[in-house]
């Protein structure tokens, strides 16, 4: 199972390892990465595959939620079906 | 693959344009509940309702947090329950409005549908007791939503219940002059209401669906409105596409939210309703999505065809977005729930008279409008007559929910809060219309009705 991780917000040192050190403490694998740094915007795009995550969906938002927060930045963690859903026939 | 611009347009339509489900609604079937003994038919009223209902806000807030879209209302819509009281006809049915209530809260939904009665071709056992019922029923429970259907395209309009309606809509408002006159906001008028509709306060479980089911709300006036803000100058029919492209988006989260809650609920999946539903809040209004597309002011001449282009390519859009499509589907216009109506409705450029043309293009009626508190019944029988004519002729549903301001004139405000919002009390023609109200009888079917 996919799932998508969004980064938003003003650049800094070290988001990109936070965000992948908390993906690789509960056993979710990295994908692919897109990241790019626009007039000080950090955005960042990651698909994982989360079936061998050792912590439920929600709790794996939560986590990235909260980290998010604490580095100044907006996460988002949503399920691949909602974007397929959204933008393919 | 996804593409990045895709991801981040769904990010940024939740985020900073309130796309959402409004409402993931599970319809359950009350007719084996039936009981001559009325405290019986209520435990197993009480106990059905818990017994199917018991997952359904946990349900939907899991699936809000995989996907990452808020799901706004989580609510239920039973059989309506005139059925249930035509087995008791001695006893007062509001022990089942009770009752009702008292599941909404042991379940968490925040609103029960179906305190209802089907009288379009004339009253059935159970359904007068009902409807002299429903102020009361209002007055003294918090969550639970009642309407009436007085008339079809097929048969016509029950000009007897029509009279009666007058009366029960003032009665619900004065049982609740301390509380804004609530009771009025929850109790709907339907001429040819849909069996599968999930909003408040018009929905029920209609006779001819499953034991249980789940149907979806959509919603999302400003994600639509942003999308023509983005466009800049281009001609209507490539706002219509516009339009059109956004509702598919919406309505395939729709789709996915029905879909998925289904499978976790174990529930076959009804409808998706494809609405664009507003809130009071700044950024989640159908009226400022016509005042994109070009009017100062909505209720400005231009507010009809507009209206009636953004209702037509929402359905077209989300048509094919979802398996099956029910409900009320369409661009709805309650008032007090939408900012730029309140607005527009404080400085009279949206009258009355107009509302009542945008009914005909749209996908309800009028619906959430404060009336002055001295409007007698009868003038408010003559608004609902004007609006089941209007749904009857055109095959389309109409409604009427007007909230009289007991204590308070035209210009004064009332305010409910939360969702059901609050506005100012427009002007009403008072011109009296009792004569016609009180001949009764029916109003025949018309024409449009002899399809086979």
Redesign the interface.
Known sequence: MNA?I?V?GKDDVGILAAVSGECAKVGVNIVEV?QSVLQGMF?M?MFVDISRSTVP??EL?DILTEKGEEKGV?I????????????K? | M???H??????NMI?NENLDVRTVTMGISLLDCIDEDIDRACEKVYDKICRYAKDLVKTGE?IS?????PIIHKRIAVTPIAMLAAACPTKNPVKFAETLDRAAVQVGVNFVGGYSALVHKGFAPGDYALIESIPEALAMTERVCSSVNIGTTKAGINMDAVAKMGKVIRKSAELTADRECIGAAKLVVFCNAPEDNPFMAGAFHGPGEPDCVINVGVSGPGVVRAAIAKAGDCNITEIADIVKKTAF?IT??G??VAGEASKRLSVPFGIVDLSLAPTPAIGDSVAHILEEMGLEECGAYGTTACLALLNDAVKKGGV?ASSHVGGLSGAFIPVTEDAGMIDAARSKTLTLTKLEAMTAVCSVGLDMIAIPGNTPPDVISGIIADEAAIGMVNSKTTAVRLIPAIGKEAGEELNFGGLLGGGPIMDVNMKSPSKFISRGGRIPAPMQSLKN
Request: hydrophobic letters at 50%.
């Open positions: 998508v969004t938003l897109t955005a795009i969906f929600s938002a907006k988002h963690v949503m399920h691949e079906d909602i974007f397929n859903a959204m933008h026939i | 996804i593409n990045s895709d991801i981040l347009e769904t990010i985020d899991s947090k995989d996907y990452g879209i988006k395939r989260a789709m996915l094919m």
